[in-house]
């Protein structure tokens, strides 16, 4: 320790006062308890050296915990002489204020932490059961036993369940995982594979086994909270039709990267959000991370499209049906692609609100050049054989402003028109599309051909406007309004007042009121197979 605290300390202001001091106290902060070395070390990856003799010299200086026992922070707004002194708030703890009956707190992550999963409680069901279904707990791991390790820790208490089995498909880890699992006091099943197979099959074989009449898909870096399971279980059982759960994923907090998303909701369900590259449509979290994570959109049962497969209690029964996941993919979009199956069968899928989870996702992401290259290629997969289906189904979303799976409203962009005739009409159906809570945008200069992600629907009353130049999601619905003999090329559908005669595959022929009649056509030609 001499060695590392003088190189601290002499180089700046050979401050040998200091050296004695902390020389002296040193094993006494140690035994304390309140510092954490290991802890330390992996949060800071700055630290060289000795780490109680970095912290005591440099790391308080610069806002660094000592450990989670002792909040620095709350020491010092608690006993301001101590900040204004500008001394060290663990190394006044132990050599004075301890004596002095001053107060500590744990960090302000332990104390959110526990404030959450308290305030949780009160919103549980707590369901009972005349008889209590098998679950079968089905996780993958690849050298991930410190993930293990905090999901495990008190697992049976925290479920509120006690009907379940646990199959754990190993990926061919290096580490302990395996004896760490073999350790423990709970009915686990371990499929050691000798490679690291994907998601998709590293399940699928699992409930091949799998003697539950519901099958539970748990990522091995969740970290659960009290009745959690019983939450899940409950709400597939108690309500009708559903045929997958999901959960209230939480991020951890976070002491580096990150930080701003500590405690703040990860996951509540999903819609899909628009772009164009790659196209056209992809899914996000619900709800807006900055929600309280007790708000009342958060704290009851919500079907929607979809969940992760982070957490997912599915019916034994539809995974069979369906085939499982596809195994196509590898690791990326195959609990999407297992959602939209049973949206598509017609089967509901609910967001549980009040089973809330740690979800420690980032600290098992590594995005590398091979990830997105993965991603993209699952991504491929996905579009090809979803596209049309998901583009039809969020365009009926919009139309009808069902808020199902999408939350935006439908928008139209307008391409005006070179006859003074039309103008009117333009202003009308603005007007009216308006007033159903339909966005609209006028494009006046035709050399505008920046749409962007966000269009759903171009209505064009110009056909000297370019679309080989336009800018835009390649499944907006091209519309042309076509009054005027105008050359329909490229344009998806035709619309006339008139009956004039077009090329198009689907026209419209509108007699009275342009907005609705035009909106029920088109609900029509995308109901009967529409292809974008």
Known sequence: MDRNLLSLLLPSNRDYKSYVKYRRYYNEIDNSGLFNHDFYNEMYEDVSGDALTHYLVKGYKEGKLPSLDFDPDFYQKAYPDVKQADLNPLFHYVVY??????????????????????????????????????????????????????????????????????????????????????????????????????????????????????????????????????????????????????????????????????????????????????????????????????DSSLTRNNQCVAVTGAVNLIDRKVYDELSGLDEEYFYGLEDVDFCLKLHKKGYKVLFAGNALLFHHESSTRVKSESYFENDKRNYSIFWNKWGQYLSRCLLLDKINSRKFFTEKNLKIT??????????????????????????????????????????????????????????????????????????????????????????????????????????????????DGYEF
């Open 97 to 294: 204020g301890k004596s002095e009956g001053k107060f500590i707190q744990q960090s302000y992550s332990i104390r959110r932490k526990n404030e959450i999963c308290e305030t949780n409680l009160a919103f549980l069901s707590n369901y009972e059961f005349d008889t209590e279904p098998l679950v079968s707990i089905i996780i993958l791991n690849k050298d991930g036993m410190n993930h293990l390790k905090r999901l495990f820790k008190d697992f049976d208490a925290k479920t509120n369940y006690s009907n379940y089995e646990i199959i754990v498909v190993d990926n061919a880890s290096v580490d302990e995982s395996v004896n760490y699992l073999k350790s423990l006091d709970l009915p686990i099943t371990i499929i050691e594979n000798d490679i690291n197979v994907s998601f998709s099959k590293g399940n699928n074989d699992a409930a091949k086994i799998a003697n539950g009449e519901y099958l539970l898909l748990l990522n091995n870096d969740i970290e659960p909270t009290y009745g959690w399971l019983n939450e899940l279980v409950g709400t597939i059982v108690y309500n009708e039709d559903v045929a997958s759960v999901g959960a209230k994923l939480v991020f951890p907090f976070y002491f580096n990267a990150n930080r701003d998303q500590s405690y703040e909701i990860q996951h509540s369900g999903d819609i899909f959000a628009e772009r164009m590259y790659p196209c056209c449509l992809y899914a996000v979290n619900k709800s807006d991370s900055r929600l309280n994570l007790f």
């Open 414 to 527: 307008i391409i005006d028109s070179k006859n003074e005739e039309d103008k009117e009409l333009i202003h009308e159906i603005s007007k009216k599309f308006n007033d159903l809570d339909y966005t609209v945008e006028l494009i006046s200069d035709l050399e505008n051909y920046y749409i962007g992600n966000s269009t759903d629907i171009l209505l064009s009353f110009n056909d000297d406007y370019d679309l080989n130049n336009m800018i835009a999601r390649k499944d907006i619905v091209k519309v042309i309004v076509n009054n005027h003999n105008l050359k329909t090329d490229n344009y998806d559908i035709c619309v006339s007042l008139n009956e004039i005669k077009s090329d198009c595959k689907n026209n419209i022929i509108i007699k009275d009121d342009f907005a609705n009649e035009f909106l029920d056509n088109l609900e029509k030609i995308l109901i």
